[in-house]
């Protein structure tokens, strides 16, 4: 069955360092997500990406944060200069055209920030 | 404001005790919502969404729009049942999560 693949599966990175995650989503899927759960806290959206551009973003996805899908199959997440409070589960998620379609998720990142 | 209130962090019984995990939303419109699970080491995935009217894994939900209810509901629980359940609402192409609740299946 097709899954989600996310790498790295942990990365610890020292303040101010740029990070990439990245994301393979399943072939056919047409919708990317990431979101992020600080431990202990829920699960964020923060942005979704359809057709090559950011379809809906949320308050937290702010300039330090981009998003690529380089070829047709990663996608991207770039943290600049990270923060102490950016440690947290970065979780990739795609899902089909279907209007009702399902969101299937990666396994996450894990970001630590020292 | 879209919103998913799921006010118990822990919920704890034992095997063969029905099982209720409340959800409440806050949505203009017709709302969409799901149950998501994540059992230990695995990732989230989907358990159930309101349109489909399905029970999966012996679990159901029922949309309540007076109450803004969405409970998940098990007649009796078993121990492979334990993992965090999430509720989530669709609020345009996204989801919006709860906090989630921690089952924990006792023997």
């Known amino acids: 069955e097709p899954e989600v693949t996310q790498t790295p599966s942990h990365q610890v990175t020292q303040m101010g360092q740029e990070v990439i995650l990245r994301c393979v989503p399943i072939?056919?899927?047409?919708?990317f997500y990431w979101y992020r759960q600080i431990l202990g806290q829920k699960v964020e959206f923060l942005v979704s990406?359809?057709?090559?551009?950011?379809?809906?973003k949320s308050e937290i996805f702010d300039d330090q944060f981009s998003v690529e899908r380089p070829d047709g199959s990663n996608f991207t997440l770039k943290i600049r200069s990270t923060k102490l409070e950016d440690s947290a589960m970065y979780f990739c998620?795609?899902?089909?055209?279907?209007?009702?379609?399902?969101?299937?998720f990666g396994e996450g990142s894990r970001l630590t920030v020292l | 404001a879209q919103r998913v209130t799921q006010p118990e962090k822990l919920l704890s019984v034992f095997k063969g005790a029905p099982v209720e995990l409340k959800c409440n939303y806050s949505?203009?419109?017709?709302?969409?919502l799901f149950w998501y699970v994540q059992y230990s080491r695995q990732r989230l995935q989907l358990l159930l969404r309101h349109i489909s009217r399905e029970s999966i894994k012996g679990f159901t939900a029922d949309l309540n729009k007076g109450e803004t209810s969405f409970h998940l509901k098990k007649p009796f629980a078993q121990e492979e049942d334990s993992a965090m359940y999430y509720c989530?609402?669709?609020?345009?192409?996204?989801?919006?999560f709860g906090s989630g609740t921690r089952l924990l299946v006792r023997p």
């Open positions: 989530a609402l669709r609020g345009g192409y996204k989801l919006i």
């Open positions: 990406f359809y057709n090559n551009e950011i379809s809906e």
């Open positions: 072939s056919n899927h047409l919708y």
């Open positions: 998620a795609s899902r089909t055209d279907s209007n009702t379609g399902e969101l299937f």
């Open positions: 949505y203009s419109g017709s709302p969409e």
